[in-house]
T-cell receptor, first 113, second 114 residues
């Protein structure tokens, strides 16, 4: 079992819809979770982080964490064509006193006008 | 502005040649990392460094070498022992022991074997 799993997609949504991206992780005691957006040919950029169960909202983005079920999701409201990118989920494994993120392979999102 | 700079953006390597990718940060981050990304694949960790003069192998260190002589710099050498080096190489940095800030990535170096 991979440590961090994501559906590779593509996930296609029309402009204005809600895009829902999901990620599961294998280590129950993982501490912190991150969502990165990567445009084609570019480097990843951090868009959301979450550490506690529940929802965290930032503009059109909402991260949701459920540690009991070991999943973290990203919702993008009012999706725009500019949101078309690959979204990487990253998990910080149990505390070793040092941050060493484990990345999923990413979900490709396509937002059509 | 603080950031992390990778150079060059594109690099071409001949068979049997060693090449060095540069990574410099002015974020005062303690930790630095090198990842490799192949088309359609996730990020794979090559090497990481928690502090100056110390570094550890990641999951795919064979054929690569690094140094960490300064806090700001973490160059990666792709040696001739790396049989399939064509990939997108990403350098990242973080506060290391503060797990809630995530990584900052450089803009990447695309390496091609010719």
């Amino acid at each position: 079992q991979k440590e961090v799993e994501q559906n590779s997609g593509p996930l296609s949504v029309p402009e204005g819809a809600i895009a829902s991206l999901n990620c599961t992780y294998s280590d129950r005691v993982s501490q912190s979770f991150f969502w990165y957006r990567q445009y084609s040919g570019k480097s990843p950029e951090l868009i959301m982080s979450i550490y506690s169960n529940g929802d965290k909202e930032d503009g059109r983005f909402t991260a949701q964490l459920n540690k009991a079920s070991q999943y973290v999701s990203l919702l993008i409201r009012d999706s725009q064509p500019s949101d078309s990118a690959t979204y990487l989920c990253a998990v910080n494994p149990p505390n070793t006193g040092f941050q060493k993120l484990v990345f999923g392979t990413g979900t490709r999102l396509l937002v059509s006008p | 502005d603080g950031g992390i700079t990778q150079s060059p953006k594109y690099l071409f390597r001949k068979e049997g040649q060693n090449v060095t990718l540069s990574c410099e940060q002015n974020l005062n981050h303690d930790a630095m990392y090198w990842y490799r990304q192949d088309p359609g694949q996730g990020l794979r960790l090559i090497y990481y460094s928690q502090i100056v003069n110390d570094f550890q192998k990641g999951d795919i260190a064979e054929g690569y070498s690094v140094s960490r002589e300064k806090k700001e710099s973490f160059p990666l050498t792709v040696t001739s022992a790396q049989k399939n080096p064509t990939a997108f190489y990403l350098c990242a940095s973080s506060f290391g022991d503060r797990g809630d800030y995530g990584y900052t990535f450089g803009s990447g170096t695309r390496l091609t074997v010719v």
